[in-house]
């Protein structure tokens, strides 16, 4: 799923750029914690890739100063700001429940010329929020600001699969 995805690009990125940062959140801790970081730990003791994590349960990962992976929600602007650092990876699961002064801040931190990234995921259901005006912002000459990938769960090879009465060839992965 989404959080799967976003949880390989946590990894990949932490194992790809030192020094590199990668800042996650999703709409709550529990989201960051039992969701995303939960698909980080375990994708990364299946692949018995390193093991940087600061504690048993925390959504953190760090070598050093400038080489980080964290996942938190902050209850103040000011604890998500301030970071200038190089390859910084930003991602929002669940983005549609982000509250908009991440949105903020986080335009603050990204700077595309310094090799950052931006990651949006999450099903886009709400015209009421932060990421649906993102979705629809563009530049001075019309263009949108944001590339978009759509993933359809329709062509996923489960549904494929199920269509046509056979079992899911992945277990756990989306469904009918």
Not at 40 to 62: C, H, K, S, W, Y
Not at 79 to 88: E, N, T, V
């Amino acid at each position: 799923g989404k959080s799967f995805c976003a949880a390989v690009l946590i990894s990949w990125w932490y194992d790809s750029f030192d020094p590199g940062v990668v800042i996650s959140t999703a709409p709550t801790f529990t989201d960051v914690k039992d969701v995303l970081w939960k698909e980080v730990r375990t994708i990364r003791a299946r692949a018995g890739l390193r093991n940087d994590f600061i504690g048993p349960a925390a959504p953190e990962m760090r070598s050093s100063q400038s080489h980080y992976a964290k996942g938190y929600t902050a209850s103040r602007s000011e604890s998500f700001q301030g970071r200038h650092d190089q390859r910084m990876l930003f991602i929002f699961d669940e983005m549609t429940g982000v509250d908009p002064v991440y949105w903020t801040t986080t335009k603050t931190m990204f700077q595309a010329q310094a090799g950052h990234a931006w990651l949006c995921i999450g099903n886009p259901v709400d015209t009421n929020t932060q990421a649906y005006l993102e979705d629809m912002t563009t530049d001075e000459e019309g263009a949108a600001t944001w590339s978009k990938f759509e993933l359809s769960s329709i062509s996923h090879p489960n549904i494929a699969a199920e269509l046509q009465g056979l079992p899911a060839p992945i277990p756990g992965a989306v469904s009918l």
